[in-house]
């Protein structure tokens, strides 16, 4: 699987954007895809997750700093996932990777466990 982030930029605070990942590969469906994040000088840490739970249903999780401002989807016929970011804040200001692993019971938020990662895309939000 190759994942390409794009989408990131500058914006103010409390503006909006919209992340993209592109996926390759024809079982994309069945992976678990997250979001990460990298701020300058911290490590990278989780955002969200979308997986699918107990056969179809889908299901999100997100960290709690950014539950209520971001929504993680995806268009499988696209091969794509995305991520709406609204209310921005400076310290959102980070390099965002895509990441991607086969579903299983292993924690959403749990970094260790995705084999393919995208190349990051720079989000900067001005105060």
């Known amino acids: 699987v190759q994942l390409q982030a794009y989408g990131g930029g500058l914006v103010q605070a409390g503006g909006s954007l919209r992340l993209s990942c592109a996926a390759s590969g024809r079982t994309f469906s069945r992976y678990v895809m997250g979001w990460f994040r990298q701020a300058p000088g911290k490590e990278r840490e989780f955002v969200a997750a979308?997986?699918?739970?107990?056969?179809?249903?889908?299901?999100?999780y997100y960290a709690d700093s950014v539950k209520g401002r971001f929504t993680i989807s995806r268009d499988n016929a696209k091969n794509t996932v995305y991520l709406q970011m609204d209310s921005l804040k400076p310290e959102d200001t980070a390099v965002y990777y895509c990441a991607a692993r086969p579903n299983g019971y292993a924690a959403p938020q749990d970094e260790s466990k995705y084999d393919y990662w995208g190349q990051g895309t720079l989000v900067t939000v001005s105060s």
């Open positions: 979308i997986f699918r739970r107990l056969g179809r249903d889908v299901s999100t």
